[in-house]
């Protein structure tokens, strides 16, 4: 069973900066992929960004390409998500997924909050 535990989260002023992590277990940083999602009050849920492990490739958002980066730390098992240059409509929870690499998310956290005020 896969357990994913989201952290980093807050409240933070437009161009500022958090770093989101993701602490896995009962998976490795192998195969399949891990990803960041988001959503925001009153939308659907939407893709932030996606690692993978195979061909140790990464995928962002257009709308946060540039300022978003995601990335692992394979010793620790974690995954993170650095936001920088915050802006309002960045102001969601995020949470991570994990996938077999069969097309779908298995495995999801609980979220963290982020509040980017203006």
């Known amino acids: 069973q896969v357990q994913l535990v989201e952290s980093g989260g807050g409240l933070v002023q437009a161009g500022g900066s958090l770093r989101l992590s993701c602490a896995a277990s009962?998976?490795?940083?192998?195969?399949?992929?891990m990803g960041w999602f988001r959503r925001a009050p009153g939308k659907e849920r939407e893709f932030v960004a996606a690692i993978t492990f195979i061909r140790g490739s990464t995928n962002h958002a257009d709308y946060v390409k540039g300022r978003f980066t995601i990335s692992v730390d394979n010793a620790k098992n974690t995954l993170y998500l650095k936001m920088n240059n915050l802006k309002p409509e960045d102001t969601a929870v995020y949470y991570c997924a994990s996938s077999s690499g069969a097309g779908t998310y298995d495995y999801w956290g609980q979220g963290t909050q982020v509040t980017v005020s203006s």
């Open positions: 009962g998976r490795t940083f192998s195969s399949g992929n």
